[in-house]
């Protein structure tokens, strides 16, 4: 493939980017939505990140991208409606972890099961070789080069 023909290609899928993502959220938040109940979609992601296990509050915070203060907050919401405990940690009194309660594990699950429902329903134009190649391009796309290695790389 040429150069030229390569960045064709490049921005084509930079036009559908837009289109594809409107999609996805219009099918996911439709069926996220009838699943939340007054669960918010951040409140959302912070559960995701907890569905795995306990997290300090500062891991959190890495992980959600935010600072702990904003994880803190969130947080706070979900301990008040039920949807996650904090404990301390055994090794680190200081420590405080933030885990899901089990009304939390029920609510994160009954999510997921909508979205792969609702992703399925999107997906179903594509054949099941078509759906497991978009896997691989996507897992190759996350495993790529990061932007440390890439900025080392043209140094």
Known sequence: MSGQARQELLKRLLDLRPQLQRRFNEEVDRSLH???ENVTIRQLHVMQCL????????????????SESSATSAV???????????????????LVLVGLSTEGTRVVARVQKAARQRIGQMLAVLSDAQVAALVQIYEA??????????ARSTR
């Open 76 to 94: 706070d919401r979900l301990v008040k409606a039920g949807l996650a405990e904090r404990a301390s940690d055994a090794s680190d009194r200081r």
């Open 141 to 150: 796309v996350v495993r790529g080069p990061s932007k440390s290695n890439r």
């Open 34 to 36: 009838e699943e939340l």
């Open 51 to 66: 569905e795995h296990g306990p997290l300090s509050m500062g891991e959190l915070a890495h992980r959600l991208g935010v």
